[in-house]
């Protein structure tokens, strides 16, 4: 199986503030999830990226052996999710011991790709009479070199030919006007040049790493110190930087709410009585 992710239409036909599923058992019933014949048979699952209509319920009907894009990522990523009907997401023993990353699996190739969840992969599977080449989501430009470049992994992964491709079309046919990332670094450099202010705040997606990378090396630029106080967001960086081997040159703070202190390897870590002063950019989660 390749994904099993959320159907958003119909959690939103169905939920809402007031109305929140009981179990993941009714959010299958209610189609919000895959049912549970649609396990029957599969040996393994492989999650192509971390955003919730492609990752699922990790509460998973039977001992299928499950494959993650980073297993360390997704297990502070579900800390989120303790709260309202996200907690059904979670894996039912609590714990993640036994999942395991993508990389380790043998029956599908894999290639990192460049997409808003990091780490994402497309996915390739050679069964006895056809080729399957599964792209997931995935970005054409990067919008950070530190990233893959998707259609090089696509073209690596499909050399020998495949006989059925299956690309995701999230936004085809929709109008709207999109950024190139070069369009998008030069318009938030012309931001900053303009922005006279010495605090500043900005929102990304916790998971999108290559655009808060690029967002990160705008502001050192501009003289501005990124800080971060919501432990979450800040520890979901540090690891995803780490697995990156990208490295943090400049001063980037993490400001705890609390006196509780946690070590984090590219952070420096600051108190909000001693940024007063300070030319600086705060980061806030755009989701829970």
């Known amino acids: 199986m390749?994904?099993?992710?959320?159907?958003?239409?119909?959690?939103?036909?169905?939920?809402?503030?007031?109305?929140?599923?009981?179990?993941?058992?009714?959010?299958?019933?209610?189609?919000?999830?895959?049912?549970?014949?649609?396990?029957?048979?599969v040996e393994e699952i492989y999650i192509t990226h971390l955003h919730l209509d492609h990752l699922g319920s990790l509460n998973i009907p039977g001992e299928i052996r499950t494959y993650l894009p980073s297993k360390d990522v997704v297990e502070i990523l579900s800390?989120?999710?303790?709260?309202?009907?996200?907690?059904?997401?979670?894996?039912?023993?609590?714990?993640?011991?036994?999942?395991?990353?993508?990389?380790?699996g043998k029956k599908v190739q894999h290639a990192r790709i460049s997409h808003s969840a990091f780490?994402?992969?497309?996915?390739?599977?050679?069964?006895d009479d056809?080729?399957?080449?599964?792209?997931?989501?995935?970005?054409?430009s990067a919008p950070h070199n530190?990233?893959?470049?998707?259609?090089?992994?696509?073209?690596?992964?499909?050399?020998?030919?495949?006989?059925?491709?299956i690309v995701e079309g999230t936004n085809f046919g929709r109008r709207m006007n999109y950024l190139t990332p070069s369009q998008f670094k030069e318009l938030l450099r012309e931001l900053l040049e303009?922005?006279?202010?010495?605090?500043?705040?900005?929102?990304?997606?916790p998971l999108d790493l290559e655009v808060t990378l690029t967002i990160?090396?705008?502001?050192?630029?501009?003289?501005?110190?990124?800080?971060?106080?919501?432990?979450?967001?800040?520890?979901?960086?540090?690891?995803?930087?780490?697995?990156?081997?990208?490295v943090v040159g400049e001063e980037l703070l993490f400001a705890p709410r609390t006196s509780k202190v946690r070590t984090l390897e590219n952070f420096e870590i600051a108190f909000l009585g001693e940024l007063k002063n300070l030319k600086k950019a705060v980061f806030v989660p755009s989701c829970g």
């Open 194 to 205: 303009r922005y006279k202010r010495k605090l500043l705040f900005i929102s990304t997606h």
């Open 2 to 41: 390749l994904d099993q992710g959320v159907n958003f239409a119909q959690l939103k036909r169905f939920y809402g503030f007031s109305i929140q599923p009981d179990s993941v058992e009714e959010l299958r019933e209610m189609k919000v999830l895959p049912l549970r014949e649609a396990y029957e048979g």
């Open 146 to 165: 530190i990233s893959s470049n998707s259609l090089e992994s696509l073209e690596k992964l499909s050399e020998d030919g495949v006989d059925v491709l």
């Open 130 to 140: 056809v080729s399957i080449l599964y792209t997931g989501d995935l970005r054409l």
């Open 216 to 246: 990160l090396e705008l502001l050192w630029e501009s003289e501005y110190i990124p800080v971060f106080e919501n432990l979450y967001y800040a520890q979901l960086l540090d690891i995803m930087i780490n697995k990156v081997g990208y």
């Open 119 to 127: 780490p994402s992969y497309a996915l390739r599977v050679d069964a």
């Open 79 to 104: 800390r989120s999710w303790w709260f309202g009907w996200k907690q059904h997401l979670l894996p039912k023993t609590l714990s993640f011991l036994n999942f395991r990353d993508l990389e380790e």
